[in-house]
């Protein structure tokens, strides 16, 4: 299990080439990348993450590790950046590796949902307007009752 919280950019055929790599027996890796984009009306600037190091390195962990106890995992790879992020940067990355594809699907989709609405990040974007806080949004939060 690889999880990292970074600063600096990642090269994502890079890193799912290493994480198939290392995979022995597996029949599925499932990855999902995320990546900064416009917002909806608004020209975006930038995006600038913040967190608290320890605290969200011990939230990925608890995530991953959970992900892990429900589905018969290989392994499981999450990146997550920090910093000032710019419109087509990559933001994250989740891949998952299973013997049968539905439980690394099935595990990547978890990760996904927990990171998205429970990992300890403040996002605040800046466009020609101003700035403002990324607020939790009703349908992440809704996402997590399936789990």
Known sequence: MDVRV?????????????FVAKQSGMGAVVTFTGIVRDLDGARLST??????????????????????SRWNLGDILIIHRYG???PDDLIMMVATAARHRADAFQAAEFLMDFLKSRAPFWKKEVTEAGTDWVAARDEDEDALSRW
């Open 84 to 86: 000032m992020l710019h």
């Open 6 to 18: 970074q600063e600096a950019a990642f090269d994502l055929g890079s890193e799912a080439n290493a």
């Open 47 to 68: 995006m600038e993450i913040e967190h608290y190091p320890g605290m969200t390195q011990k939230a990925l962990d608890t995530i991953a590790n959970e992900a892990a």
